[in-house]
């Protein structure tokens, strides 16, 4: 994805990425669920997700560290700058926290996840999408390269780790599912180039067959869990 622009959810995919992402549809029913309302974004980055709430029919708030992208988020709605460290916000203010790919950037999970849930009502919902290194191609990439878009990786997960980094935290896992054995390193391309995107039925073709042999290495992972 390129942090550089504003990019509304879908007008760069083909249908065909969402057979291999399985968090799609699970956080859409959860999204859209009556007593979810009040939505926290945190890195929301340039609002890529807050606008695919909005296609849901919910608003939400952003947050990051880097006003560059705050600027591209304010598109798809209202936006603060702050650390995922001290949310500036009262307690319970929030149903649902949506976190993607950004945890393992914070240098203190506990405090992030702590102030996570001190900012959700009781039994609202925390949505997180994170890489672990059960896949071997993490973790040897992010020996070679340990930043991302400039971010330092400062949190290294597994997908059995995490899940207990959130009991640890006091939330309980409702939901949990790897994927992505290595289609994740595709998705890449596309946003780059985005005429390879129609080449994207054939990757996964592919990722379906990698799946059903080596599900447990991939690099990709999802909890839903509730405060």
């Known amino acids: 994805m390129d942090y550089r622009k504003p990019v509304t959810f879908g007008e ?21 669920r009556p007593d979810v309302q009040r ?21 939400s708030v952003g947050l990051d560290v880097v006003m560059e992208r705050l600027q591209l988020a ?45 900012c959700l009502r009781p039994g ?22 340990p930043k991302w878009m400039g971010d330092e990786i400062n949190a290294p997960f597994t997908f059995a780790g995490l899940r207990q980094t959130l009991a640890d935290a006091g939330f309980q896992v409702q939901e949990a599912q790897q994927y992505s054995v290595l289609f994740w390193v595709w998705e890449i391309f596309p ?5 390879m995107e129609k080449l994207t039925p054939l990757f996964v073709k592919l990722e379906r067959l990698l799946l059903r042999m080596w599900r447990k290495y991939s690099a990709h992972c999802f909890y839903v869990a509730v405060s």
């Not at 760069?12 to 291999?20: A, F, G």
């Not at 929301?44 to 909005?54: D, E, I, K, P, Q």
């Open 12 to 32: 760069n995919w083909s249908p065909s990425r969402y057979q291999v992402l399985p968090y799609f549809a699970v956080e859409r029913a959860i999204v859209q």
């Open 39 to 59: 939505i926290l974004d945190l890195g929301c980055a340039n609002g890529w997700n807050m606008s695919r709430f909005g296609q849901y029919g919910r608003a």
């Open 74 to 118: 304010r598109a798809h709605g209202p936006v603060l700058a702050a650390s995922g460290l001290a949310l500036p916000f009262a307690d319970q203010s929030f149903d649902l926290i949506y976190i993607q790919h950004v945890l393992h950037h914070i240098g203190d999970v506990t405090q992030s996840l702590h102030e996570v849930r001190r």
């Open 124 to 145: 609202g919902v925390l949505f997180l999408v994170e890489t672990v290194e059960d896949s071997p191609l993490i973790r040897w990439g992010r020996r070679l390269y």
């Open 191 to 195: 946003d780059q180039a985005p005429l």
